[in-house]
Structures are given as C-alpha cells and as structure tokens.
C-alpha cells in the first residue's frame, strides 16, 4: 500500500520541481495531487514524462485520508493551511519560513539531523530550511565531526529562482531590455538585477542584517549545533538557477585541506571537485539539474588558527528545497509512517 501525498503550491518553481522529484526517486505514493491557489484551478502540471496533474483548490481541498502534504506555496499560505492539515492527521513538510524556529517544529536535512525527525509528532509539521542553509550545512557537517567548527563567515551568491518564477522573469525582462534599450523595471527587486549584484536579500532588521542573514545564522545552529557561531552576507546575483557560498570556517582542531577534502567528499549528497587549474571547479551554471551540493576550492586559511575557506554550489530548487522535501519525506515513510504492504 503506497501513501497519498499533495502538493500544495504546485504550480510554482519548487512545486514543479517537487512533483518531478518525487516522480525521478520512484516515491511510494498511490495518489499524488496538485494543489494551488483558485487561481490555478484547473490547469494542468506535468508529474513525469507523460502525465499531468490537474490543479485543486487549496482553500477547498480535505486533507484527512491524505497521508503527506509537501507545502511550498509561502509563508502567510503556510501559517493557515499547515496546522488546518495536521489537524486532519496529514503530516506537512513546510518550504516556508514559517515554522523553522518553532521550538516544536523539526529543521531538517536528512543527511545531517534525520534523528531530529522523531520530534514530529508534536506538530505533525516538518520544516524544510532556507535554500542557502541546506546547502551550507551539508557542507559543514562533516566538518564539525571530524574538526570542530567553532565560527562561519559566508558570503552568498544567490540566484533568481530563490525568488520563485517572478525572480526569474525579472531577470529574464531586464537582459532583453538592456539589449533592445527598453526600459528597465524593477518589481521584484529593489534595484535592477540584470548585469548587476544587490546585497538585499528579504527585509532589513534592526541590527541592520537582512533576514535571509539572520536565517542563516539562525538555521545553521538549530540544524548543526547552537554554539556554532555565524555570520552571513547575502547577495542577489544575475544568475537563473543555483546559489554559490564562499565559507570560511575556523575550527577547534587541526585542519588540512586534504583532511577536509576527504571527509566531505565521503558525506552522502557531497562532491568535491577541487583542481587548482582553469576550470577546476563548479559553477552554478553546471550544478543546476544536479542533486548534489559541490565543494571546490579548498584551501587554509592563514589569518586564524585551524580556518579553512571553501567554494559552495548546489542547485538551490533541488537540494536546497525540492529535494530535500523529497528526501525529508523519504525518511519518514522509513522510519515512522510505515504502511503494511
């Protein structure tokens, strides 16, 4: 007997990324359905090679009888239709931010805190971490066991599609525009995003990081360890799919960057491609479609004791959303929502 899963948000960048995720990892499901705003109701998404899903109301859909809901339709959607879904025993894996600070709400990357899945119960509300976290501590978490990690400095760069399919359309309308001299409008970012960086990513807080800063330190410490201390710095940058980190971290013990090489390279979902030669490395560009987070790069770090600096990339709709929803949902039909066959 397979499991009855929604996606809610199904039209939208990660949705389609998640119906087409769960199609590619031949997940147990009997039944998948399409769930999105009235607006979409109706229309159709693709979910594998030859079939669609025709588009449910949200707002109208019943969720007892559904065993998992994986929710990417925002925060504000999250915050009503999460708990009116849990209340009706379907179990709901959040790509909002919503839910990731909720002290009774697991943050989870499989691969480095699956254990911290059993706490689901409490909620029956999993929460998926920011795109930029998950990719930074699938990178870290080898690191912390074997060396220690003490402080993180990382500088993001961060695609478009972290803004959904109007980030990309924005970007898309800017570069067309620039060659035909057309006007060049901004309405999902604050300044122009074609041919251009902005270090602005959500909304400015009081100490005068941004938000996605401010998730950053926050996530990586619920998900790694609380005493790890980090400090973030996140740029938008002209690039359609996949987010690139450059870390620095300072650890409590000895580092070699073969050492590190190793240790990360042999982490499950890790890669290192690391030659120090023209195009020894991996770009957004190339990492976009690939499941796996990739380590290049690698060096010491001489201004501190025991630092070490690294470049990060990983498609940001996959493992750092899509994927790992996928993958959160893997684990729990595994662990805890095993069905008789």
Known sequence: MGYRVAVAGATGAVGREILQTLEERDFPADEVVALASEASVGKEVSFGEDRTLRVQALKAYDFSGTDICLLTAGGSVSKEFAPKAAAQDCVVIDNSSQWRMDPDVPLIVPEVNAADLAGYSKRKIIANPNCSTAQLVMALKPLHNVFGIRRVVVSTYQSVSGAGNAGMDELFNQTRAVYVNDPIENEKFTKQIAFNCIPHIDIFMDDGYTKEEWKMTAE????????????????????????????????????????????????PGVVVVDHREDQGYVTPQECAGEDAVYISRVRRDTTVDNGLVFWCVSDNLRKGAALNAVQIAEVLVETHLKKAV
């Open 220 to 267: 990586t410490r619920k998900i790694l360890d609380p005493d790890v201390r980090l400090v973030a710095h996140c740029v938008r940058v002209p690039v359609f799919i996949g987010h690139a980190e450059a870390v620095f971290v300072e650890c409590d013990r000895p580092i070699d960057e073969q050492g590190a090489r190793d240790v990360m390279n042999a982490f």
